[in-house]
């Protein structure tokens, strides 16, 4: 990578060797910055119809050593008061989305990716198939227990579509095929 000013291509965009951040802190002590990257506005999706002057702030962050050197910035801090170095909204974000990838007890039911589920809601469940699993949670069992990874599991009811019985025989011919008409099974399942 060229140094000098001269030795760039007349060519080259300002984006691929200029980086600007914002300084989050900087410990004396250890003499590292907590660094938040901004981006150009040419490596977003706007690429050649932005403004080459604009920037957009990212949820990146690195460290940067007295030697100049970055390395990945470690998340297991905690982020309980909002003083330097505990400020960094970036590391907020990081760890709000490590604790949505796991489910969390709440009053009657659990926290899972943003929304809560109780006992008698309706769920949409992943499958193999194209189309989600559609059922009703009937039981919620949540373990504390370190030992258990999972933390809690939930008794799913499976929900049935209509318009897979239209074809069979026996179901009456004025029985309209509609994707959204569902009917409770007797399929219990436990899910974690």
């Known amino acids: 990578m060229p140094v000098e000013a001269r030795d760039l291509p007349e060519d080259a965009p300002v984006a691929d060797y200029f980086w600007f951040g914002k300084i989050v802190f900087i410990n004396q002590q250890t003499k590292q910055m907590h660094v938040q990257w901004f981006e150009h506005a040419s490596k977003t999706?706007?690429?050649?119809?932005?403004n080459p002057r604009e920037l957009f702030l990212t949820m990146t962050l690195s460290y940067s050593d007295k030697d100049g050197s970055f390395t990945a910035l470690s998340q297991d801090s905690g982020m309980p008061s909002s003083d330097p170095p505990d400020n960094c909204p970036v590391c907020r974000a990081a760890l709000q989305d490590d604790a949505e990838n796991f489910p969390q007890a709440v009053d009657d039911g659990f926290a899972f990716h943003g929304t809560e589920y109780h006992v008698a809601d309706f769920v949409l469940v992943q499958s193999s198939d194209v189309?989600?699993?559609?059922?009703q949670i009937e039981e919620?069992?949540?373990?504390?227990?370190?030992?258990?990874?999972?933390?809690g599991k939930f008794e799913?009811?499976?929900?049935?579509?209509i318009s897979d019985l239209?074809?069979?025989p026996g179901c009456p011919e004025d029985v309209f095929k509609d994707e959204r008409h569902l009917y409770l099974t007797e399929i219990h399942e436990m899910l974690r």
């Open 131 to 135: 189309v989600c699993r559609v059922g």
């Open 166 to 168: 239209v074809n069979l």
């Open 140 to 151: 919620i069992s949540w373990s504390n227990s370190a030992r258990d990874e999972d933390g």
């Open 45 to 50: 999706i706007l690429q050649e119809i932005c």
């Open 156 to 161: 799913f009811r499976a929900l049935g579509r």
